[in-house]
C-alpha cells in the first residue's frame, strides 16, 4: 500500500507540500498540485481519511436523529439534507433513535467526542427534551414545531390542519373524525389544535368521540377505521394526520364495504408518492420534505463554519391538494 512518502518521492515534491495539497490546496501552486494528483492517481494512493479528521479537528460528517426510519415522510427530508452534505464533501450518519432518548444521547455523544461535527433532529422538540445536551453542539431541527430553542425549518402544522378540516366543512361535512399521531407528540397538538380551531370558527361542537389516537403507520389507521366503523352515528369525513394512517384507514373502510368518497371522505397529510396512486387518489397536505432537508442542512452548515445565521426559524409553505378521496356527504 502506498504511503504518503511514496507520493512525495514520485511527485519530487516535500512530504509538507503533498499534505498542503490533501487539506488545503488552495494554498499550493497549481503546478505543485498537478504533479501530486498525477503521483496519487500512478500509485493509488488512499489518504488516511481517520488522521486527517484528528488534524484537522473535523470529521467532515453530520448526524441525523431519526425517530422511525421507515417513515416514507423522513425518507425524503433525508434526501433534501444528504445532496447539500454530498456537495459541502461531508457524510451522513443515520440515527435510527426508534424515539430512545438513549439512544439519542450516544448519537450526541458522537459529536461531543469529535467523530462527527454536528446533528440535524429529524424528531419534533418538547419540554422533556430539556434532559438532552443537544444544546452544547451545533444542532438543527428538522420538521420541527413552535418554540424550539435552537434552529429549525418546520412548515405550520396548526394553520395547515386549519385548511384541511375548513375544506371538509365547506362540503356539508359537520362529523368529521381524526386519526392523531401519539397524544404528546408535538405535531398531533399541533394539528389537533388546527382541527379545533377550524370546528370552533364554523361553530361545531368538539366531540371527543371522534377522536382516534394512531402512531403515524399504517396499522394504526387500519386500527382505527374499526374504531369508527363500529360507531352508531359514524363521521362522513375522516382527517388522518399523515398519509400512512390516511391509507390504512382506507383500506379498513373499503374492506366493510364503504364506498370513498361516496360513503365518507378521508384526508391525509405529507403528500407521499403513493398518495396519488391510491384508489381513490388521497387529498391531501404536500410538505416540502426535501426542502426542509436542503434548508436545515444549509442552516447547519453556517453553524459549522462559525456563521451567525440570519434567521433561526424557516416555516416553509404547504400546498393542499385536493383530490378524488374527498366529496360531500351523502343525502340521507
Known amino acids: 500500500m502506498s504511503t504518503i512518502r511514496d507520493v512525495s518521492k514520485e511527485a519530487g515534491l ?25 503521483a ?41 439534507i444528504e445532496s447539500v452534505a454530498q456537495k459541502k464533501g461531508f457524510s451522513v450518519l443515520l440515527g435510527d433513535t426508534r424515539d430512545s432518548k438513549a439512544l439519542e444521547k450516544q448519537y450526541i455523544n458522537l459529536v461531543e467526542t469529535r467523530q462527527a461535527d454536528g446533528i440535524i433532529q429529524l424528531r419534533p422538540y418538547s419540554e422533556n427534551d430539556s434532559l438532552l445536551p443537544i444544546s452544547r453542539v451545533p444542532a438543527v431541527n428538522a420538521s420541527g414545531c413552535e418554540n424550539t430553542p435552537y434552529p429549525t ?82 363521521p362522513t369525513a375522516i382527517f388522518c394526520m399523515n398519509d400512512e394512517m390516511a391509507i390504512g384507514a382506507m383500506k379498513g373502510l373499503k374492506s366493510k364495504g364503504l364506498r370513498l368518497p361516496q360513503d365518507i371522505s378521508i384526508t391525509g397529510f405529507d403528500d407521499l408518492d403513493v398518495s396519488r396512486y391510491c384508489d381513490p387518489p388521497l387529498t391531501t397536505v404536500a410538505q416540502p ?44
Open 40 to 80: 496519487i492517481e500512478k500509485l493509488q494512493y488512499r489518504p488516511n481519511m481517520l488522521s486527517q479528521k484528528f488534524r484537522n479537528k473535523q470529521a467532515n460528517t453530520i448526524v441525523i436523529l431519526v425517530p422511525d426510519i421507515a417513515n416514507l415522510f423522513f425518507a425524503k427530508v433525508i434526501s433534501g
Open 153 to 234: 425549518v418546520r412548515i405550520d402544522n396548526v394553520g395547515a390542519a386549519k385548511e384541511v378540516v375548513k375544506y371538509l366543512i365547506s362540503l356539508g361535512h359537520k362529523r368529521i373524525g381524526v386519526i392523531t399521531g401519539l397524544q404528546r407528540n408535538p405535531h398531533t397538538i399541533d394539528r389537533l389544535k388546527g382541527y379545533k380551531q377550524a370546528l370552533a370558527e364554523a361553530n361545531i361542537p368538539f366531540d371527543e368521540s371522534l377522536l382516534s389516537e394512531g402512531d403515524f403507520t399504517l396499522w394504526s389507521g387500519l386500527q382505527a377505521s374499526e374504531h369508527f366503523s363500529r360507531m352508531t352515528n359514524m
Open 289 to 332: 420534505a426535501e426542502k426542509i432537508g436542503e434548508r436545515s442542512a444549509d442552516l447547519l452548515f453556517q453553524l459549522l463554519d462559525e456563521q451567525q445565521p440570519t434567521q433561526t426559524e424557516y416555516v416553509l409553505p404547504i400546498e393542499f391538494i385536493i383530490r378524488q378521496s374527498t366529496a360531500p356527504p351523502r343525502a340521507n
Open 14 to 38: 516535500s512530504i509538507a507540500t503533498v499534505s498542503r495539497a490533501l487539506s488545503a490546496p488552495e494554498k499550493v501552486t497549481k503546478e505543485s498540485l498537478k504533479k501530486v494528483h498525477e
